[in-house]
C-alpha cells in the first residue's frame, strides 16, 4: 500500500496516483529502517518489521516536548531516495556489514514478511537469508529473538536522561546535549541521514554495494558472514580475548557455553566453549546474554567504544572498576569499565576496527571518576594524542546532526579537549563524506561572550534589612542631586590694625554701659562742713527767731535801723499821685516760693492803691499768681474795694506785649510786683515798645535790685521799691504799719548773723589756713 | 478747717526745714506735694483760664463774632501742638512751634532793643550828668571794662592774645572788668541773702504764727 503524502489515503501498491485526491504517490520513494533495512512506505513512522523509528527525534525543548503533534501517519516525511544516498554517502564495509549484523540479528517477523517489500537483492541478503535460516534451524525462534532484542533496546534506556527520573532531568541539560543525550527509546532508531558523523560509520548501511570482505571482520563474526568469506582471515592473536570468544569456532579453545549466549548468537558463537567462563553473576544483565563466556585478560575498553557497541562489546573485568555508586543510576547499567592498562594497538587490529577500536589512551588522561556525571556520558574515549584517521571513530563530542557545529559553544569545545587533552580531533571531513560538520569559527564580539573561568567576584551578602542574606545586591546610590553648596568666598587676609580695632569695638559693645560719672563732692558731707552747717543753720534760726520773739517777751524794744527811703518815696509819690477812679494794672509775677518776701513788699504797695481808691485790675504770667493774689486781697483789701483779677496770661513777653495791646484803656500805673529777673525785663521792655508814656513802678525782691537799677536809671523803670528793707521804707514812709516793720529786726538780726558768720569764717580761714578743698 | 490748713502748713514747712539735717523722706514727700500741687493747679489754670475762657468760651458764646473768628487760628495751631506727642505726626506740631517762636522771638527782639539796650546806653552816657562825675564814671567804666572782660576772657590760647602791651592792656581790662563783675554778683548775692532771710523770716512768722493760733485755738478750745 502506498499512502498518499496529501491525504493519508492508502493507495494500491504501483499507483502512481491517489485515488482519493489525485496527488501522485512517490513510487520511488521508501524509508528504509535504520534498524533492519527494510523498505518502508512513506508516511511510516515506525518500521514495519522491527517497529524501529523512522522519522529521526529531534532534540526539543521541554515546552515543545509537551506539545503533542498530530499523528503524522499519511504526510510525507522527509525522507532520502536511495539513489542519492548511495551515491552521496556510500558506507563503509564495516558499516554495511554492522548494519546488516542487526538485521540479521533480529528474527523475522513472519506475519509481517507479507507487508514489508522484498527485501533487496544483494549478496549480503542471500548470507543474512542463509543466517537467518541457520538461526532458525537452531532452537531460537521467531518470539524469543524479538524478546531478546526488547530485553536488549530496554537495557539502552538508562542512557537516555528523560526516561529515568533520578538522573539529570531533561531540562537540566543544554539543548545541544539533549541531541547527544540516548535516545529515550531504542526502538526509536534514527535515520541514518540524520545520525552524526560517528554514528554513520557505524550505522547499517543502507544499501552496501560491495560486501565486506571477510578479512576484514573480526573471527567472531566471521561465522556470521557470508560464505564468501575473505581468503585471510586475521590471525587469532591479534584479535582481543572478547572477539576470539566470538570468532570462529576453531579460534577459542574454551567455547562459551551455548546456554549462555543471545540465541541468535548461539548458531554464530564457536561451538566450543571456553571453560573458565567469567561468572554471570558478575555481568550487568543486559551483557549476560551477548557477553563472551570469558573475560579475556586483555579487552579493549568498552568505555573506549561508541555506546552502541558497548551493548553488544563483551564485558570487561575491570582491574579497578569505578564503583557504581559514583555513578549516575541510569549510568550503572551501561557505565563502562575503565580502560585497561594495555590496549589493543590500533595497528593490530583489523581494518574494520580500527576504526571502531578504542583509541589509545594516553598515558596523562583525565580519569572517568573527576569528569562530572553528565560528562562520562559524552565524555570522549581516553584516546590516544594522535588523531584517528578513521571517519567511523566516533567524534570527542557528538552532536545530532541538525546542529551546526558553530552553535556549540567553545567553552564547551575547550571542556571537552580538557577532559580529554590528548583526544584526538573531530573526524577529518572527507570529502566524500556524507556529513560534514565544519567547525565553525567564533566570531571576535562571541568569543568575548565567552565565560571566562575565574572564580565568580564575591559579592558582599546584605547582613540587614529585608534583603538580608542576598548578595549582590546594589549598594544604593544618590541619585538625587545634591543641591550645590554654595562656596564661600575665601576670607579676605585681616591685617592687625584693623583687626585690633574690631576686636577693641567688639569688647565694648559686649561690656555693660558705663557712664563715666563725674565725681560730685558734696558739699558738708564732712563732719566740719556738718558742724558749720548746723552752726550757721542755728545761728541764722537764733537770729531771727530770737529777734521775732523778742518784741512778743520784751514788747517795745527793737533794733535801730536806718532806712533809705529814697526809693520807697518815688514809689509812694507815684501811688500817691493817682486819682480816683484811676485804674492800676498790678502785674502779679512772683510764685509761692517767693511769696512770703514778696507778700511783705505788694501788701503796703496794694493797700496804698486801694485807699487811693483804684482799680486794680490783677494780671499774672505765672499759673499760680491767680492764687497769690486772690488770698492776699482777701486779707488786704476792703469789702468795698474794686479790683479786678484778669486772668493767667500765658507766652510770656508775647503774652504781655498782647495783654498790654489788649487793654481797653491806658492804666494810669503799672505796678508790677516780681521776684524774677525775664518778668522784669519783659514788662519793662513790653512797655517801652508800646511807645506810649505808660508809668512803670515796681515792687521787686532784694536779689533783683541790681538788675533793677539799670533800668530804673535808664528811665525804663520809673521806681523800685527792693524787698522787706524796701517795704518796711514804704510802710513808715506812708504811715501803714504791718508786717515788713515788724520783720525788719528779724531781717537785721539775720543781715548781723551772717556778717557775723562772715567775719568767724574768714577769720578761721585766715587763720587755719586754706583748706585741702581750697588748696585744690 | 483755718486750723488744720495752719497745722499742715507748718507740718510741711518744718518737712522742708529737715533739709538741714540732710536728705530725708519728710523733705522729699513735703517737696513733692508741693510740685504736685503747684503742677496739677497750673494745669487747671490752664485749662480753665485759656482753653476754656479764652477759645472756647468765645466759639460757643458767639461763633460769628470777631474775636471767636479770631480764636479759630490759635485753637487750630494750638491742636496742631498735640501732635507733638506722636512722633510720625510730630511734623504737624512744627508748624505752631514755628509761629510761637518767631513771634516770640520778634517780641523779645524788639523789646529788648528798646526797654534795654538803648535806654541803657542812654543811661551809660548820662550817668556823668545824672549821677555825677564820680558815679558816672565809675558806672562808665565799670560798663566798658565789664563788656571787655566778656570780651577779652574768651581767649584761652596763646596764639589768641594780642602781641605786646596791648596784651598787657587787655588783661588788665580783664582783672577791672572781673571786679566789677565780683561787685555786681557780691549785691545780688547780697540781695538773693535777704530775699533768703526774708523767706526764713516769713516763715518763722508763719510758725511762729501758727503756733499763737494753734496756742489760742486750743486754748479756747480748753476753755469751753
Given at each position: 500500500m502506498i499512502y498518499c503524502p496529501k491525504c493519508g489515503s492508502a493507495n494500491r501498491?504501483?499507483?502512481?496516483?491517489?485515488?482519493?485526491?489525485?496527488e501522485p504517490l512517490p513510487t520511488h520513494t521508501a524509508l528504509r529502517?535504520?534498524?533492519?533495512g527494510a523498505m518502508n512506505p512513506v508516511?511510516?513512522?515506525?518500521?514495519?518489521?522491527?517497529?524501529?523509528?523512522?522519522v529521526p527525534m529531534t532534540a526539543t525543548p521541554p515546552e515543545e516536548k509537551r506539545y503533542e503533534p498530530?499523528?503524522?501517519?499519511g504526510l510525507s516525511l522527509p525522507t532520502i531516495p536511495l539513489e542519492e544516498k548511495k551515491e552521496e554517502a556510500p558506507p563503509a564495509a564495516t558499516e554495511d556489514w554492522l548494519a546488516q549484523l542487526r538485521p540479521a540479528a533480529i528474527p523475522q517477523d513472519v506475519t509481517r514478511e507479507e507487508s514489508?517489500?522484498?527485501?533487496?537483492?544483494g549478496r549480503e541478503a542471500d548470507w543474512l537469508e542463509q543466517l537467518r535460516a541457520a538461526s532458525a534451524a537452531q532452537e531460537t525462534g521467531a518470539e524469543e529473538a524479538d524478546a531478546w532484542l526488547r530485553q536488549l533496546r530496554e537495557s539502552i534506556?538508562?542512557?537516555?536522561?528523560?526516561?529515568?527520573?533520578?538522573?539529570?532531568a531533561p531540562a537540566e541539560l543544554p539543548d545541544w546535549l539533549r541531541g547527544v543525550?540516548?535516545?529515550?527509546?531504542?526502538?526509536e532508531a534514527v535515520p541514518t541521514a540524520e545520525l552524526p558523523d560517528w554514528l554513520r560509520g557505524v550505522a547499517?548501511?543502507?544499501?552496501?554495494?560491495?560486501?565486506?570482505?571477510?578479512?576484514?571482520?573480526p573471527d567472531w563474526l566471521r561465522g556470521v558472514?557470508?560464505?564468501?568469506?575473505?581468503?585471510?582471515?586475521?590471525p587469532t592473536a591479534e584479535l582481543p580475548d572478547w572477539l576470539r570468544e566470538i570468532a570462529?569456532?576453531?579460534?577459542?579453545?574454551?567455547?562459551?557455553?551455548t546456554a549462555e549466549l543471545p540465541d541468535w548468537l548461539?548458531?554464530?558463537?564457536?561451538?566450543e566453549a571456553p571453560?573458565?567462563?567469567?561468572?554471570?553473576?558478575?555481568?550487568?544483565d543486559w551483557l549476560?546474554?551477548?557477553?563472551?563466556p570469558e573475560a579475556p585478560e586483555?579487552?579493549?575498553p568498552t568505555a573506549e567504544l561508541p555506546d552502541w557497541l558497548r551493548e553488544i562489546a563483551p564485558p570487561e573485568v575491570p582491574?579497578?572498576?569505578?564503583?557504581?555508586?559514583?555513578?549516575p543510576d541510569w549510568l550503572r547499567?551501561?557505565?563502562?569499565?575503565?580502560?585497561?592498562?594495555e590496549a589493543i594497538p590500533t595497528a593490530e587490529l583489523p581494518d574494520w576496527l580500527r576504526g571502531v577500536a578504542p583509541p589509545?589512551?594516553?598515558?596523562?588522561a583525565i580519569p572517568?571518576?573527576?569528569?562530572?556525571d553528565w560528562l562520562?556520558?559524552?565524555?570522549?574515549?581516553?584516546?590516544?594524542p594522535g588523531p584517528l584517521k578513521?571517519?567511523?571513530?566516533?567524534?570527542l563530542l557528538e552532536f545530532p546532526s541538525?546542529?551546526?557545529?558553530?552553535?556549540?559553544p567553545d567553552w564547551l569545545i575547550e571542556l571537552g579537549k580538557e577532559v580529554a587533552p590528548g583526544a584526538p580531533a573531530p573526524?577529518?571531513?572527507?570529502?566524500?563524506?556524507?556529513?560534514?560538520?565544519a567547525r565553525a569559527e567564533i566570531p571576535p564580539w562571541l568569543e568575548a561572550m565567552r565565560p571566562r573561568p575565574e572564580a565568580p567576584l564575591k559579592e558582599p551578602v546584605e547582613t540587614?534589612?529585608?534583603?538580608?542574606?542576598?548578595?549582590g545586591v546594589l549598594s544604593p546610590v544618590l541619585?538625587?542631586?545634591?543641591?550645590?553648596?554654595?562656596?564661600?568666598p575665601p576670607a579676605a587676609e585681616i591685617k592687625e590694625a584693623p583687626l585690633a580695632r574690631a576686636q577693641l569695638l567688639q569688647r565694648l559693645l559686649t561690656?555693660?554701659?558705663?557712664?563715666?560719672?563725674?565725681?560730685?563732692?558734696?558739699?558738708?558731707?564732712?563732719l566740719g562742713a556738718r558742724i558749720q552747717g548746723w552752726l550757721v543753720t542755728v545761728v541764722l534760726i537764733v537770729a531771727v527767731v530770737g529777734t521775732l520773739l523778742v518784741p512778743r517777751i520784751l514788747p517795745g524794744t527793737s533794733l535801730p535801723v536806718h532806712l533809705d527811703t529814697s526809693p520807697a518815696r518815688s514809689v509812694y509819690g507815684i501811688i500817691q499821685g493817682l486819682s480816683a477812679p484811676a485804674t492800676a494794672l498790678v502785674?502779679?509775677?512772683?510764685?509761692v516760693a517767693e511769696a512770703d518776701e514778696m507778700n511783705l513788699v505788694a501788701e503796703p504797695l496794694l493797700r496804698h492803691l486801694l485807699r487811693q481808691g483804684a482799680h486794680l485790675s490783677i494780671v499774672t504770667t505765672q499759673p499760680e499768681g491767680k492764687l497769690i493774689a486772690e488770698d492776699m486781697l482777701r486779707t488786704?483789701?476792703?469789702?468795698?474795694s474794686l479790683y479786678t483779677i484778669v486772668e493767667y496770661r500765658p507766652a510770656g513777653a508775647t503774652g504781655i506785649s498782647q495783654l498790654l495791646a489788649g487793654a481797653r484803656e491806658k492804666p494810669g500805673v503799672i505796678l508790677l510786683l516780681t521776684a524774677r529777673p525775664a518778668s522784669l525785663r519783659w514788662w519793662i521792655e513790653q512797655t517801652q515798645a508800646r511807645g506810649e508814656k505808660l508809668t512803670l513802678v515796681a515792687g521787686l525782691s532784694a536779689a533783683l535790685e541790681p538788675a533793677a537799677a539799670p533800668y530804673l536809671n535808664a528811665g525804663a523803670l520809673q521806681a523800685a521799691l527792693y524787698g522787706l528793707g524796701g517795704a518796711a521804707a514804704y510802710e513808715s514812709e506812708g504811715g501803714l504799719p504791718g508786717r515788713a516793720t515788724e520783720r525788719l529786726d528779724a531781717l537785721v538780726a539775720g543781715h548781723l548773723a551772717v556778717i557775723a558768720l562772715i567775719l568767724i569764717g574768714a577769720i578761721i580761714h585766715t587763720l587755719a589756713g586754706p583748706s585741702q578743698e581750697g588748696r585744690r | 478747717m483755718e486750723i488744720a490748713g495752719l497745722l499742715i502748713g507748718a507740718l510741711l514747712t518744718l518737712a522742708i526745714f529737715s533739709?538741714?539735717?540732710?536728705?530725708?523722706s519728710l523733705y522729699r514727700l513735703a517737696l513733692y506735694i508741693f510740685i504736685g500741687v503747684l503742677v496739677g493747679y497750673s494745669l487747671g489754670t490752664a485749662l480753665h483760664d485759656?482753653?476754656?475762657?479764652?477759645a472756647l468760651a468765645r466759639i460757643l458764646e458767639d461763633p460769628l463774632s470777631g474775636e471767636a473768628r479770631a480764636t479759630v487760628i490759635p485753637l487750630v495751631l494750638g491742636i496742631m501742638l498735640?501732635?507733638?506727642?506722636f512722633p510720625r505726626y510730630a511734623y504737624i506740631g512744627r508748624y505752631p512751634v514755628a509761629y510761637l517762636l518767631g513771634v516770640g522771638t520778634a517780641v523779645a527782639a524788639g523789646g529788648a532793643l528798646v526797654g534795654t539796650l538803648v535806654p541803657q546806653i542812654g543811661a551809660t552816657g548820662r550817668a556823668i550828668r545824672t549821677m555825677g562825675p564820680l558815679d558816672g564814671l565809675l558806672v562808665i567804666a565799670g560798663t566798658v571794662l565789664t563788656l571787655l572782660t566778656f570780651t577779652f576772657s574768651a581767649r584761652k590760647s596763646q596764639q589768641q592774645e594780642l602781641p605786646g602791651a596791648r596784651e598787657r592792656i587787655a588783661k588788665l581790662f580783664r582783672a577791672t572788668g572781673q571786679v566789677f563783675l565780683l561787685f555786681a554778683f557780691g549785691a545780688a548775692f547780697a540781695g538773693a541773702l535777704t530775699a533768703a532771710l526774708s523767706a526764713l523770716i516769713g516763715r518763722a512768722q508763719y510758725l511762729i504764727e501758727a503756733v499763737d493760733r494753734l496756742w489760742v485755738f486750743i486754748s479756747s478750745y480748753l476753755a469751753r
Amino acid at each position: 500500500m502506498i499512502y498518499c503524502p496529501k491525504c493519508g489515503s492508502a493507495n494500491r501498491r504501483g499507483s502512481r496516483f491517489c485515488n482519493e485526491c489525485g496527488e501522485p504517490l512517490p513510487t520511488h520513494t521508501a524509508l528504509r529502517c535504520p534498524m533492519c533495512g527494510a523498505m518502508n512506505p512513506v508516511g511510516n513512522v515506525y518500521c514495519d518489521r522491527c517497529q524501529a523509528r523512522l522519522v529521526p527525534m529531534t532534540a526539543t525543548p521541554p515546552e515543545e516536548k509537551r506539545y503533542e503533534p498530530p499523528p503524522i501517519k499519511g504526510l510525507s516525511l522527509p525522507t532520502i531516495p536511495l539513489e542519492e544516498k548511495k551515491e552521496e554517502a556510500p558506507p563503509a564495509a564495516t558499516e554495511d556489514w554492522l548494519a546488516q549484523l542487526r538485521p540479521a540479528a533480529i528474527p523475522q517477523d513472519v506475519t509481517r514478511e507479507e507487508s514489508l517489500p522484498p527485501p533487496e537483492t544483494g549478496r549480503e541478503a542471500d548470507w543474512l537469508e542463509q543466517l537467518r535460516a541457520a538461526s532458525a534451524a537452531q532452537e531460537t525462534g521467531a518470539e524469543e529473538a524479538d524478546a531478546w532484542l526488547r530485553q536488549l533496546r530496554e537495557s539502552i534506556p538508562p542512557v537516555s536522561p528523560p526516561l529515568e527520573p533520578e538522573p539529570l532531568a531533561p531540562a537540566e541539560l543544554p539543548d545541544w546535549l539533549r541531541g547527544v543525550a540516548p535516545p529515550e527509546a531504542p526502538e526509536e532508531a534514527v535515520p541514518t541521514a540524520e545520525l552524526p558523523d560517528w554514528l554513520r560509520g557505524v550505522a547499517p548501511p543502507e544499501a552496501p554495494e560491495e560486501a565486506i570482505p571477510t578479512a576484514e571482520l573480526p573471527d567472531w563474526l566471521r561465522g556470521v558472514a557470508p560464505p564468501e568469506a575473505p581468503e585471510e582471515a586475521i590471525p587469532t592473536a591479534e584479535l582481543p580475548d572478547w572477539l576470539r570468544e566470538i570468532a570462529p569456532p576453531e579460534a577459542p579453545e574454551e567455547a562459551i557455553p551455548t546456554a549462555e549466549l543471545p540465541d541468535w548468537l548461539r548458531g554464530v558463537a564457536p561451538p566450543e566453549a571456553p571453560e573458565e567462563a567469567i561468572p554471570t553473576a558478575e555481568l550487568p544483565d543486559w551483557l549476560r546474554e551477548i557477553a563472551p563466556p570469558e573475560a579475556p585478560e586483555e579487552a579493549i575498553p568498552t568505555a573506549e567504544l561508541p555506546d552502541w557497541l558497548r551493548e553488544i562489546a563483551p564485558p570487561e573485568v575491570p582491574e579497578e572498576a569505578i564503583p557504581t555508586a559514583e555513578l549516575p543510576d541510569w549510568l550503572r547499567g551501561v557505565a563502562p569499565p575503565e580502560a585497561p592498562e594495555e590496549a589493543i594497538p590500533t595497528a593490530e587490529l583489523p581494518d574494520w576496527l580500527r576504526g571502531v577500536a578504542p583509541p589509545e589512551a594516553p598515558e596523562e588522561a583525565i580519569p572517568t571518576a573527576e569528569l562530572p556525571d553528565w560528562l562520562r556520558e559524552v565524555a570522549p574515549p581516553e584516546a590516544p594524542p594522535g588523531p584517528l584517521k578513521s571517519p567511523i571513530v566516533p567524534p570527542l563530542l557528538e552532536f545530532p546532526s541538525e546542529t551546526a557545529t558553530g552553535e556549540i559553544p567553545d567553552w564547551l569545545i575547550e571542556l571537552g579537549k580538557e577532559v580529554a587533552p590528548g583526544a584526538p580531533a573531530p573526524p577529518e571531513i572527507e570529502a566524500g563524506g556524507v556529513i560534514e560538520l565544519a567547525r565553525a569559527e567564533i566570531p571576535p564580539w562571541l568569543e568575548a561572550m565567552r565565560p571566562r573561568p575565574e572564580a565568580p567576584l564575591k559579592e558582599p551578602v546584605e547582613t540587614e534589612g529585608l534583603l538580608a542574606g542576598l548578595s549582590g545586591v546594589l549598594s544604593p546610590v544618590l541619585k538625587l542631586e545634591v543641591p550645590a553648596v554654595r562656596k564661600r568666598p575665601p576670607a579676605a587676609e585681616i591685617k592687625e590694625a584693623p583687626l585690633a580695632r574690631a576686636q577693641l569695638l567688639q569688647r565694648l559693645l559686649t561690656q555693660p554701659i558705663e557712664v563715666p560719672q563725674p565725681e560730685v563732692r558734696r558739699r558738708g558731707s564732712g563732719l566740719g562742713a556738718r558742724i558749720q552747717g548746723w552752726l550757721v543753720t542755728v545761728v541764722l534760726i537764733v537770729a531771727v527767731v530770737g529777734t521775732l520773739l523778742v518784741p512778743r517777751i520784751l514788747p517795745g524794744t527793737s533794733l535801730p535801723v536806718h532806712l533809705d527811703t529814697s526809693p520807697a518815696r518815688s514809689v509812694y509819690g507815684i501811688i500817691q499821685g493817682l486819682s480816683a477812679p484811676a485804674t492800676a494794672l498790678v502785674a502779679l509775677e512772683y510764685g509761692v516760693a517767693e511769696a512770703d518776701e514778696m507778700n511783705l513788699v505788694a501788701e503796703p504797695l496794694l493797700r496804698h492803691l486801694l485807699r487811693q481808691g483804684a482799680h486794680l485790675s490783677i494780671v499774672t504770667t505765672q499759673p499760680e499768681g491767680k492764687l497769690i493774689a486772690e488770698d492776699m486781697l482777701r486779707t488786704i483789701a476792703a469789702p468795698e474795694s474794686l479790683y479786678t483779677i484778669v486772668e493767667y496770661r500765658p507766652a510770656g513777653a508775647t503774652g504781655i506785649s498782647q495783654l498790654l495791646a489788649g487793654a481797653r484803656e491806658k492804666p494810669g500805673v503799672i505796678l508790677l510786683l516780681t521776684a524774677r529777673p525775664a518778668s522784669l525785663r519783659w514788662w519793662i521792655e513790653q512797655t517801652q515798645a508800646r511807645g506810649e508814656k505808660l508809668t512803670l513802678v515796681a515792687g521787686l525782691s532784694a536779689a533783683l535790685e541790681p538788675a533793677a537799677a539799670p533800668y530804673l536809671n535808664a528811665g525804663a523803670l520809673q521806681a523800685a521799691l527792693y524787698g522787706l528793707g524796701g517795704a518796711a521804707a514804704y510802710e513808715s514812709e506812708g504811715g501803714l504799719p504791718g508786717r515788713a516793720t515788724e520783720r525788719l529786726d528779724a531781717l537785721v538780726a539775720g543781715h548781723l548773723a551772717v556778717i557775723a558768720l562772715i567775719l568767724i569764717g574768714a577769720i578761721i580761714h585766715t587763720l587755719a589756713g586754706p583748706s585741702q578743698e581750697g588748696r585744690r | 478747717m483755718e486750723i488744720a490748713g495752719l497745722l499742715i502748713g507748718a507740718l510741711l514747712t518744718l518737712a522742708i526745714f529737715s533739709y538741714l539735717i540732710g536728705d530725708n523722706s519728710l523733705y522729699r514727700l513735703a517737696l513733692y506735694i508741693f510740685i504736685g500741687v503747684l503742677v496739677g493747679y497750673s494745669l487747671g489754670t490752664a485749662l480753665h483760664d485759656v482753653i476754656y475762657k479764652m477759645a472756647l468760651a468765645r466759639i460757643l458764646e458767639d461763633p460769628l463774632s470777631g474775636e471767636a473768628r479770631a480764636t479759630v487760628i490759635p485753637l487750630v495751631l494750638g491742636i496742631m501742638l498735640l501732635f507733638q506727642g506722636f512722633p510720625r505726626y510730630a511734623y504737624i506740631g512744627r508748624y505752631p512751634v514755628a509761629y510761637l517762636l518767631g513771634v516770640g522771638t520778634a517780641v523779645a527782639a524788639g523789646g529788648a532793643l528798646v526797654g534795654t539796650l538803648v535806654p541803657q546806653i542812654g543811661a551809660t552816657g548820662r550817668a556823668i550828668r545824672t549821677m555825677g562825675p564820680l558815679d558816672g564814671l565809675l558806672v562808665i567804666a565799670g560798663t566798658v571794662l565789664t563788656l571787655l572782660t566778656f570780651t577779652f576772657s574768651a581767649r584761652k590760647s596763646q596764639q589768641q592774645e594780642l602781641p605786646g602791651a596791648r596784651e598787657r592792656i587787655a588783661k588788665l581790662f580783664r582783672a577791672t572788668g572781673q571786679v566789677f563783675l565780683l561787685f555786681a554778683f557780691g549785691a545780688a548775692f547780697a540781695g538773693a541773702l535777704t530775699a533768703a532771710l526774708s523767706a526764713l523770716i516769713g516763715r518763722a512768722q508763719y510758725l511762729i504764727e501758727a503756733v499763737d493760733r494753734l496756742w489760742v485755738f486750743i486754748s479756747s478750745y480748753l476753755a469751753r
